[in-house]
């Protein structure tokens, strides 16, 4: 009796490539004729989760914005993106910051390439106690890892922003009642010698503001926030050149960026400041 088909037997058997066909074309292998070499090529905007180093818990897990790239030498025309994918993805389903120079080898290595690049962005929370209530919250940062390989040398900057008080010294020199205050965005960015603690760098921003944020306050908080930051007036200027001291102290630091900006409260404009330690 003749077998039946495999669909009449309720099996569904994948479609067998045909013994004449021809290979897929290869268009990012072709040779380019424009003689111009690619600094950077690759994948942005990759959602993934990682895990990050957590002072307070060991680690943290939270989700990131990947990108992912490598030079490209002149005579190619294109990279082929899904490697990219395939390396990310070859050291698990959630990556773990310590194995960044891995990921950056294997990208270069895969795609036979001289530099890789791995830029990360993430969410990073702490849990806070409101100052006289003691109430806890959590409040989110943002953190940034920069990445990169060059041949067996790597490079590693972090950034962290947090968002702070400052209130006006002139309003309050020129006023007989109040001073306007406004949030303050600070922007961080280090490298160093030994590994560096992101909520370290969160405590060394918030002490160099009027006051630092906390997502949960009674109104015993708010009194005492409102007063402390009356008491500390700080320019955009103060702030950076505040948070600057501290990092020129701390003996692991080796480089830093640091920017600030004001939404103002009176103003139709912002205020900005920026300042670096020169790298060497």
């Not at 103060?238 to 990092?247: M, P, Q, S």
């Amino acid at each position: 009796m003749p077998k039946k088909p495999s669909h009449v037997r309720g099996k569904h058997l994948p479609a067998q490539p045909r013994k004449n066909s021809k290979p897929l074309c290869d268009k990012q292998s072709e040779r380019d004729y424009r003689a111009l070499r690619i600094d950077k090529v690759g994948v942005r905007g990759l959602r993934f989760p990682i895990q990050v180093r957590d002072k307070a818990r060991v680690h943290q897990n939270t989700v990131a914005t990947i990108g992912l790239f490598v030079d490209l030498p002149h005579q190619f025309k294109g990279t082929h993106m899904s490697r990219f994918l395939e390396v990310l993805n070859a050291h698990g389903n959630i990556i773990h910051v310590e194995n960044i120079p891995d990921i950056l080898h294997a990208m270069q290595r895969k795609l036979h390439a001289a530099t890789s690049h791995l830029e990360m962005e993430f969410p990073y929370f702490l849990t806070k106690r409101a100052p006289v209530s003691g109430r806890e919250s959590v409040l989110d940062y943002i953190a940034r890892f920069d990445a990169a390989a060059c041949g067996d040398e790597t490079d590693f900057v972090l950034t962290v922003k947090a968002n702070v008080t400052t209130l006006c010294p002139c309003s309050k020199a020129i006023s007989t009642r109040g001073a306007h205050n406004q949030r303050g965005e600070v922007t961080v960015r280090v490298r160093f010698r030994k590994s560096v603690w992101i909520e370290d760098l969160i405590t060394l921003i918030e002490a160099s503001a009027s006051s630092e944020l906390y997502a949960l306050l009674k109104r015993e908080d708010e009194k005492h926030v409102t007063e402390r930051a009356y008491a500390n007036p700080v320019f955009v200027e103060d702030l950076v050149r505040n948070i600057a001291l501290r990092l020129n102290a701390h003996p692991d630091i080796t480089w830093y960026q640091v920017e600030a900006e004001n939404q103002e409260s009176i103003h139709n404009h912002n205020a900005y400041a920026f300042i670096e330690k020169p790298r060497g």
